[in-house]
């Protein structure tokens, strides 16, 4: 840290660049999924998916439905999909954890670099005040030097 402070380098590295580098083909997928199943966009399809399912196999096709009520083929479909989706959101989430952790690790790493620099700047401020309270002191002398030098000059007239 001392060396990072002393060039003015930064303490920390990009997070998003590291972790997305060294991501798999089945890691970025299963983002993909989980970014979509996540959406207000998938809910509204799946939705009318399973009512037109529903209408279909009840109403509309009564005599020759494919899966007649109570929609047993579509019970299995939505049993296979949240077995499949539940760990490709959970492989997602472990992923999101992993680059919140690193950036947890960074923002440590920044806030101690402050603190660090912060007390240099009051050990800079402290060294400036006592130099100069040396040095007023200094010029106060001379001003009572100059005084006491004229005040004899007078008293001498």
């Known amino acids: 840290m001392l ?9 920390t590295a990009p997070v998003d ?5 060294s991501i798999s083909f089945g890691q970025r997928l299963a983002d993909r999924v989980a970014s979509f199943g996540g959406s207000w966009c998938f809910i509204g399809m799946f939705t009318l998916l399973l009512v037109l399912w529903m209408a279909l196999n009840t109403y509309l096709l009564r005599q020759a ?7 047993i083929l579509l019970n299995l479909i939505l049993l296979s999909l949240a077995e499949v989706q539940a ?5 997602s989430q472990h992923r999101q954890e992993t680059r919140d952790r690193k950036r947890a690790g960074n923002d440590y790493l920044v806030n101690f670099k402050a603190e660090l620099e912060v007390q240099l700047l009051h050990d800079k401020l402290d060294h400036m005040l006592h ?15 100059i005084m006491r030098a004229r005040q004899d000059r007078s008293g001498e007239a």
């Open 3 to 11: 060396d990072h402070l002393r060039g003015y380098a930064l303490v």
């Open 17 to 21: 660049g590291e972790i997305d580098r």
């Open 65 to 71: 439905a494919f899966d007649p009520y109570p929609n």
């Open 87 to 91: 760990p490709v959101i959970m492989m």
């Open 131 to 145: 130099h100069l309270c040396e040095r007023l002191t200094e010029i106060q002398d001379i001003q009572i030097e």
